[in-house]
Nanobody
């Protein structure tokens, strides 16, 4: 599967952005998906994850209550809606996926497929 992120950009603190991850290939509904972010010089960290059906989601503590992950398997798309953005949210955001037989597990311990990332910049 190939993943392409979009929707990043510059936003003021307190604003919102919706990131999209478009997947190519078949059987997207068999893939668990997650969003990660990486600040230059730091490790990539998990932001949110969603199971194959979209019924179960996980959020990192740093974004819980401000971020919502959702998916539309008919459109091969995963959305990361981010609200009340803070300067600390500035990072490159990556979409990742892994084929799994588990219908409920999320997040997964690792992901096999990665997009190239989209930059989110939050100004104070």
């Amino acid at each position: 599967v190939q993943l392409v992120e979009s929707g990043g950009g510059l936003v003021q603190a307190g604003g919102s952005l919706s990131l999209s991850c478009a997947a190519s290939g078949r059987s997207f509904s068999r893939y668990a998906v997650a969003w990660f972010r990486q600040v230059f010089g730091k490790e990539r960290t998990l932001v949110a994850a969603i199971n194959r059906s979209g019924g179960t989601a996980y959020y990192a503590a740093s974004v819980r209550g401000r971020v919502t992950i959702s998916r539309d398997n008919a459109k091969n798309t995963v959305i990361l809606q981010m609200n009340s953005l803070e300067p600390e949210d500035t990072a490159v955001y990556y979409c990742a996926a892994r084929h799994t037989i588990s219908s409920s597990e999320t997040p997964l311990p690792e992901y096999d497929y990665w997009g190239r990332g989209t930059l989110v910049t939050v100004s104070s």
